[in-house]
């Protein structure tokens, strides 16, 4: 990890109005987007989306073809950029020939991925951003936080010093007075511009429209008042027909800003009369620097699906702590480190792509359908293969693929009250354990490992078996737990049989890329669990039952291996999460639970991965209340709890961050 | 479906009113014009533009009784007027939205740069949402199609939100019951 990276992130979750304004608004989207969602089946309103995004992706040439000669012949010209110089250079020139001054620009991500304003101010073209965000962001000298929320990080505190400053005038921190402000600022700057800049949130090839939505006006006087137009359009815009417009115009005011419709939705096609009776210049630049490139990418096509809304910005754990700003791109959030890889370089993406912890919020309430924690994990992928691993990942992953290499280090561990003092070797080495001592009340390790209990217990005999796979976790920090699973199992009349060569699910490895090494893991552990004829393996550690459920499989898929597959599925047919295991046993009257237990108040926190991967969250606590307890729902009970997985080997600054424990 | 409209577009900020003709609807303008302090100077213009609802309206004795209302429209004027009348096509129930073809840059000029924007339009025009309206319009021959949704607003300040920011601050919406001779 770079070192001014590490510095954004300390800096921004060291900053409270930043974590605070990120935090609260994060609380209440979710709870006025699910609103806004009301009466509308979102699962099938996103197929329909992710199908006819699909579909353009698949055909940009010709939407782009057809899109051309649709929007000349009502009056437009249209140019196609293949890159982000030509798109820049087409830009000026037409600033240039037709002696433009002053330009007015409404919300536009694309001109920020090619640095639009700096080209046009060098030729000596004033740029004046006019959506209240981004005119915010330009006179603070910096880069959008956040897609649809561009000014989020900052208070109407420093707004209100860099609009005093800019009208030369004490202001309050008023926010309708500060608002007032901008509108009497820019009012004049739209009246007087010779040209307007906006972008496009939807292309329309059918029709060679663009559609352009927003709040505050802007967008309506940028493309009214000065006599040239130009929209600057990344393909990916692109819909087939206009009916297409519908699901999209549906979805994206809900997911960006949990609206039912902006206040404005412009429809243009072609040009349209000035105010003084002439007609629109209109330019129309449709650009792909990288775009179809990337829709030719079997794991990254998706991607071009995404209708830009920001809303896995919004569920992101890690970006309501961290902001925008440590993205240091245009794009920021999970969807933002995709596009940074593609649309500058994979390299570029190499320091935020680590942020991503896997939770899954984003995926799940993605309009696009898109995929992003497993987008992430491939450019992990690709960066490894690209540059390898660092040496202390190396050193590390390659003590994780000797087992008993790993074990004997994670036993030399817990020798001595103070195991991992700084500085020292081994503290660095047991990867997630090592951070889990630090900052955190979390046990050590423990003095005996689950692996040298379990040999201890003294089991009935029983008819059925099943294997138990423990996980790092519970084998070496919490082999209290598996002691009294094995009890609970032995009571529902079942044997446990622990195969003491099973090793790490491979869940570190594969999140950072390493997808050899959580191969070979894999490999080693459906050796181990499928040696014995068992009714089921149980995993007592969310992270590792998804490994063995669907991990295993998708890692021999990335990398095209085939022998162990067959073993992979039947081991992911056999695998159970012990909580739905409980549940299934009490329902059976496997497990007896004395009825009219009065045992107290709990709350309980969804895994990450139990509840979003697995879908579970119905079963524990089901399984609680039979036994007597009393459910009290903790708030946000399915955040993040930062331990992140293996996440906290490369982030520990985020996660240490009280919110998050 | 008034009522269904009425509800979602209070929520977004609009006002809704709804006369049984046009006489009712020119009376209330009126009325509402003069309260609201229009006057032949700057900043205090009301201009209209040209629709339907118009045809057979004596122009020129509205524009004596109410001084600072104008017909014929320019950038400037709009630019310095306090009210903005124009009438819409369509009015959806689901998002409280109002549409029409505003490729007529007077459409446009009147609906988006004076403070408040008038909208008129006909009470047998509420549609039930966008799959109702796209099969209405057609971009083939409106180059500019226009949805709008209350009045103008923002959130950009530590996301409170504020109305009113580039675009008008007020949307009044006038229904009318029987446009008479002007449909
Ligand atoms: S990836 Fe999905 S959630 Fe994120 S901005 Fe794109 S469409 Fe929205």
Redesign the pocket.
Known sequence: MKKKFKDSIFTAVNNPILTGALGKFSEAYKINRAKAYEGIDFEALRQNIADRKAYAATHLDALAAAFKINAEAKGAKVFKANSAEEAVDYILKVAKDNNVKTVVKSKSMASEEIHLNKHLEDMGVSVRETDLGEWIIQLAGQKPSH?VMPAIHMTKEEVSDLFSKEIDERLSNDIPQLVEVARNELRSKFLEADMGISGGNLAVAETGSIVLVSNEGNARMVTMLPKIHIALVGIEKFVEKFEDVIPILTALPR??TAQLLTSYVSIITGATPNTDGTMKDLHIVLMDNKRTEMANDAKFAQ?M?????????NVCPIFRLVGGHVFGSTYT???GTILTAWFEQLQNSEDIQGLCIQCGN?KE??????D?PEMILEIRRRLVVDKGQSIAQKAIFSVVNNRKMFHAMLRTASIGSKPFTKGNYIRHLPFFLSDLTEGRSLPAIAAVPFRDEFKKIKQPKCSEKIAFYSGCLIDFAYPKMGIDLVKILNRAGYEVVYPQDQTCCGAPARYNGAYEVAANNAVDNIKALLREDVKYVVSACPTCTVALNHEFIGTFESLGQTEHMEDAKKLAAKTIDFSVLAKMLVDEGRIKLKEGQKLGKVTYHDSCHLKRTLKVSEQPREVLIRAGYEIEEMFECDMCCGMGGSYSMKQSQILKIPELQ | MFEKFKIRAEAVGSEVHRFKNRTEALDFITRFLKKEGVSDAPKSYALWADSPFLNGVDRKSMEADIPGLKFDITRQLAADSHVGISEMSYALTDTGSLVADQSAIEDRLVSTLPVIHVAIISTDNILDGKAAVFKKINPGNSGFIAFITGPSRTADIERVLTIGVHGPKRLVIIFVDDMGGSK
């Open positions: 897609m997911s960006a991607a699906q995404c209708i830009r809304c920001g809303s896995c910005l959030g999970g969807i984003c309430i993605c309009p696009g359908k898109l992003i």
